[in-house]
Antibody, heavy 120, light 107 residues
Framework: EVQLVESGGGLVQPGGSLRLSCAAS????????MGWVRQAPGKGLEWLSY????????YYADSVRGRFTVSRDNVKDVMTLQMNNLRVEDTAVYHC?????????????WGQGTLVVVSS | DIQMTQSPGSLSASVGDTIIITCRAS??????LAWYQQRPGTVPKLLIY???TLHIGVPSRFRGSGSATEFTLTVTSLQPGDFGTYYC?????????FGQGTKVEIK
């Protein structure tokens, strides 16, 4: 069974940093593209980032480019999201997502998410 | 700026009804279009991808159609478990933008 478990969320002040992790299990992590999606309280889904199966290719939403960095460790089966210069509008539940298969594909698995609150 | 626009924003329907949700893309999405359902308090669930391919376990009451910049999700014989918010998503390239969502309430 595919499992994606996020951790690392919490309360941080504006301008601060957080590092989120996504521990993957139940599938061959190293061959799947992965990503992050967030959902602000009571709002819709916002795609944030993509990372290729080997970590060599990354893409970001305009709202986080230059502040967030996605990476992965295919030995430990973990994906991380380094978030710097956080803003109040970054407050959301952050979900780790897995592509259904290789190439340009949607997400067939979602983690339960970790809550990030940016507030002074 | 790539945008996905859904309509309506919300709708209310009765069990047994047919509902149609539209998703318009600001740029050609080809056939790289997916639909998700999110029930309150749960994570989104993939329903349809490649415009019209049903994900595993999704009943045939759900049907996707369209191409390029206009897509529709049709749900026939609406069931109580079909309530929630539906999102379209393009995934041909970054950004893999979502629509703003369509909230479906069961009368």
């Amino acid at each position: 069974e595919v499992q994606l478990v996020e951790s690392g969320g919490g309360l941080v002040q504006p301008g601060g940093s957080l590092r989120l992790s996504c521990a993957a299990s139940g599938f061959r992590f190293s061959i799947y593209e992965m990503g992050w999606v967030r959902q602000a309280p009571g709002k819709g889904l916002e795609w944030l980032s993509y990372i290729g199966h080997d970590g060599m290719t990354t893409y970001y939403a305009d709202s986080v480019r230059g502040r967030f960095t996605v990476s992965r460790d295919n030995v430990k089966d973990v994906m991380t999201l380094q978030m710097n210069n956080l803003r109040v509008e970054d407050t959301a539940v952050y979900h780790c997502v897995k592509d259904i298969y290789g190439g340009a594909t949607p997400f067939d698995s979602w983690g339960q998410g970790t809550l990030v609150v940016v507030s002074s | 700026d790539i945008q996905m626009t859904q309509s309506p924003g919300s709708l209310s329907a009765s069990v047994g009804d047919t509902i149609i949700i539209t998703c318009r893309a600001s740029h050609d999405a080809g056939r790289y279009l997916a639909w998700y359902q999110q029930r309150p308090g749960t994570v989104p669930k993939l329903l349809i991808y490649n415009v019209s391919t049903l994900h595993i376990g999704v009943p045939s009451r759900f049907r996707g159609s369209g191409s390029a910049t206009e897509f529709t999700l049709t749900v026939t014989s609406l069931q109580p478990g079909d309530f929630g918010t539906y999102y379209c998503q393009r995934y041909s390239s970054a950004p893999r933008a979502f629509g703003q969502g369509t909230k479906v309430e069961i009368k």
